[in-house]
């Protein structure tokens, strides 16, 4: 069983930085991050490799964010910059990441964390 726990979601101004991190327990192979607006699915983020390799955005962030993982800490990180208001959500942390064609998904879920980006 893998849990995991979500810290630095927050509120910031449009243009501004936030980073989130994820703790791990058990085994989590591919990590990653979704997110989910009010109305909206849940969408995917970013992904990363067990090695922390290869990555994966999605492209209304690809730029800005930067995943990234720290295998002997057993944590995730999502480095957000210039923030914009539709990037506000829950935040999710996610193990257990797959992508069949173009679609993603998860096995394991932490319990979200919220990120509020005024105008």
């Known amino acids: 069983q893998v849990q995991l726990v979500e810290s630095g979601g927050g509120l910031v101004q449009a243009g501004g930085s936030l980073s989130l991190s994820c703790e791990a327990s058990g085994r989590t192979f591919n990590m990653g991050w979704f997110r989910q607006a009010p109305g909206k699915e849940r969408e995917f983020v970013a992904a990363?490799?067990?090695?922390?390799?290869?990555?994966d955005y999605a492209d209304s962030v690809k730029g800005r964010f930067t995943i990234s993982r720290d295998n002997v800490k057993n944590t995730v990180h999502l480095q957000m910059n210039s923030l914009k208001p539709e990037d506000a959500a829950v935040y999710y942390c996610?193990?257990?990441?797959?992508?069949?064609?173009?679609?993603?998904?998860?096995?394991?879920w932490g319990q979200g964390t919220q990120v509020t980006v005024s105008s």
């Open positions: 990363i490799s067990w090695s922390g390799g290869s990555t």
């Open positions: 996610a193990a257990a990441v797959t992508r069949y064609v173009s679609r993603w998904s998860a096995a394991y």
